[in-house]
């Protein structure tokens, strides 16, 4: 969900999965993408530009859900459609994985919030919804979810002169 140029579609292709769809409310796959997908994982793929509130897939029909740095985007009442919706079409022992950036603090905030900006071309007024590690695990206990798997990770960014950027990674059901 949130597939984008399509890069992490590829990605979970190329780690053995049979079948993958990726959906976006705006983007679609980059042609270099669509083109490498052709040559390599022909009629195993397919992409949707639909808001992930809707997903087009029956209830209890989805292997696993990705979700790689878009929560943050979306209002928290929309992250809550979004979760929702997705427990809706996972198959009862179906995985949620939720890759996001995770500040603590207000001073970690703004550095995160500049870096995204910068990679995603945002502009200035565009708001972001971020959640510490913290509150991300409570927010999944409170949508039901149990975490399987969880870490804390960094992104070294020296080009930017920011030396940590926060991430987080649970694997949930």
């Known amino acids: 969900v949130g597939s984008g140029s399509g890069h992490m579609v590829e990605r979970v292709l190329s780690s053995g999965v049979d079948n993958c769809a990726g959906v976006d409310p705006y983007w679609g796959p980059i042609l270099q993408v669509r083109r490498r997908l052709l040559k390599n994982a022909p009629d195993r793929y397919q992409f949707t530009r639909v808001q992930g509130q809707t997903l087009p897939f029956l209830d209890t029909s989805v292997d696993g859900i990705f979700f790689c740095f878009v929560l943050h985007h979306v209002h928290y009442d929309v992250q809550d459609q979004l979760i929702r919706e997705s427990r809706r079409v996972l198959k009862k022992d179906g995985v949620l994985v939720v890759f996001e950036d995770t500040p603590n603090d207000t ?23 971020y959640r510490s590690v913290m509150e991300w695990k409570t927010y999944f206990g409170k949508m039901g979810l149990r975490i399987v798997y969880d870490h804390e990770f960094d992104k070294m960014i020296p080009q930017m002169g920011m030396s940590r950027v926060p991430h987080y990674v649970t694997v949930l059901r």
Do not use: G, L
């Open 107 to 129: 001073k970690e905030w703004r550095r995160v919030e500049r870096w995204d900006r910068i990679q995603n071309f945002e502009p200035p007024w565009e708001r972001h919804f």
